[in-house]
């Protein structure tokens, strides 16, 4: 086996959809209203953690293949200049004892085996550039492509990409796929994006907040997961342990580095512990049509809190905007900062915690906090620009053999690469106690998917960071946004419902 070289109508319908639409985003002053009481209309699908209808097994069977040794080709993304998100999970060249690796490897060899194929991968860096060239110059130079959740709704938006909903012998409801995923990313009823137990990176762009549990205990703060366990871990209790432990350590009368703060992290922090209180850029009505839904007197309320403590420069270090001098301001500054005892928290996607596994100091899990505890569940927004996802571009040549292919490396990878990456690699090699496994667990199964942040009409999705750190900015913000957000979005509806059945 070898890497593969890198080869280069209904517009009444959506008309009367959009006004339905626009109706149901706002009341009788045409502004969306909703108080810290009041997040469960149109939030997220019923029962979105015990969806009803999953099967643990196959209801059919696949049928017999033998694809006479095709070499069936992943594009995949290269691992940026930080190290980070590169694929992982589709192509391993060989045994070498890494657990994740080793469970590729094995799960290729039964697909291979078993349908008389080869897997193999194009590693690039500019996937979004790559693929709409092939797939609009009508080349098929990939069989299924794996761009993050960003790219692959811009590639739907232009028409490029198949129905999963349409393919033979994708079982979506099977529980190797994300239910989460399925309700939550499609629009009219057709979907082009799939998560499942191979795309390990939306593991790893879904975010937590690990803690120093030395820093903790030198700071007599107790047992941080009763917080949780106690229904007690709000943004106040968050913001009030942050703000006990920064100091000064070297005495320099500056906070840098070389300090210790309450809370590392980074400007997605921004967005994503504002979003993990339940608001979302856009929600669907029970046509699964999208409508915006961001404008809210209880996001504001969340941004306003938030925004004190991530401005807080006397307690809170931005890898982004505090550590400039720094070549890789993550894996030298605030990774470094953790590991060294110098922060209590560090928010940040799961990704950045497979550095931790050499660090001396034990440290555990924790979910993003609710805003108060009249919210009843937790949320955790999965980073759409980070997070895998598959995708079959229209030029798929022979889209039976590439559902037949997807659907059991899926799920086969359920017992092997999912396996490999939580009960070996996070729960044995990086977590450090039994509750830190149970803080998981509760993260996972709380991960949401907005479409609206994934689409981003009109930049909605990171309107946020463009008013920190004034959250009283973000009503005028978000009306000067809303008409080009709904003119992108009417295109989007547009396509969409004009595919053809």
């Known amino acids: 086996m070898k890497n593969k070289l890198l080869k280069i109508s209904t517009m009444c319908v959506i008309l009367a959809l959009l006004i339905s639409v626009i109706v149901s985003c706002a009341n009788d002053d045409g502004n969306i209203s909703d108080t810290t009481e009041n997040i469960d209309a149109h939030r997220i699908p019923e029962n979105i953690n015990e969806p009803t209808g999953v099967t643990t097994v196959r209801e059919m069977p696949l049928p017999e293949s033998d694809f006479g040794g095709y070499d069936f080709t992943f594009l995949v993304r290269e691992f940026n200049a930080g190290g980070f998100w590169g694929a992982i999970d589709i192509y391993s060249e060989e045994m070498t004892g890494e657990p ?88 009219a009823n057709r979907q082009f994006s799939l998560i499942g137990d191979m795309t390990l990176k939306a593991n790893c762009a879904t975010w937590v907040i690990m803690f120093n549990q030395d820093v903790a205990a030198d700071h007599g703060l107790g047992n941080l997961y009763d917080y949780v366990r106690e229904d007690n871990w709000t943004f106040d209790t968050f913001f009030d342990l942050i703000r006990q432990v920064s100091a000064d350590l070297d005495g320099s009368g500056t906070l840098d580095e070389n300090d210790r703060f309450g809370l590392l992290t980074d400007n997605g922090a921004r967005t994503i512990l504002i979003y993990n209180t339940g608001e979302m850029v856009a929600r669907k009505d029970a046509n699964d049509m999208p409508f915006l839904s961001l404008n809210t007197e209880r996001l504001i309320y969340a941004a306003q809190k938030a925004f004190e403590i991530l401005g807080d420069r006397s307690n809170t270090m931005n890898a982004h905007t505090d550590l400039p001098h720094i070549e890789n301001p993550w894996t030298d500054g605030v990774n470094r900062m953790f590991q060294e005892n110098r922060g209590l928290f560090y928010m940040i996607s799961l990704t950045v915690m497979h550095g931790m596994r050499g660090m001396d100091s034990d440290f555990g899990v924790l979910p993003s906090p609710k805003l108060d505890r009249n919210q009843t569940e937790f949320f955790h927004t999965v980073q759409p620009g980070t997070t895998n996802s598959i995708i079959f571009p229209i030029t798929t040549q022979d889209i039976e053999m590439a559902s037949i292919i997807i659907e059991d490396m899926n799920f086969e990878s359920r017992d092997t690469v999912r396996h490999a990456y939580f009960d070996i690699t996070v729960t044995n090699k990086m977590i450090r106690d039994e509750e830190s496994a149970e803080m998981l667990d509760l993260i996972f199964n709380t991960r949401i998917y907005d479409i609206g942040l994934i689409f981003n009409w009109g930049g909605m999705g990171y309107l946020l960071e463009t008013v920190f750190p004034d959250a009283g900015r973000f009503v005028s913000r978000f009306e000067a946004s809303e008409p080009r957000a709904m003119r992108e979005m009417e295109r989007t509806l547009e396509m969409f419902l004009n595919l053809e059945q």
């Open 100 to 187: 994740i690796n080793d469970a590729v490897f094995r799960r290729n060899r039964i697909i291979e085996d078993r349908h008389n194929i080869t897997i193999s991968e194009v590693r690039v860096y500019d996937i979004f550039g790559l693929t709409q060239r092939t797939i609009m110059s009508g080349m098929h130079e990939f069989d299924v492509i794996m761009p993050n959740l960003h790219y692959g709704s811009n590639f739907a938006a232009q028409g490029l990409l198949l129905d999963v909903r349409s393919l033979p012998y994708l079982q979506l409801e099977g529980v190797w796929w994300d239910q989460r995923a399925n309700d939550m990313l499609s629009i």
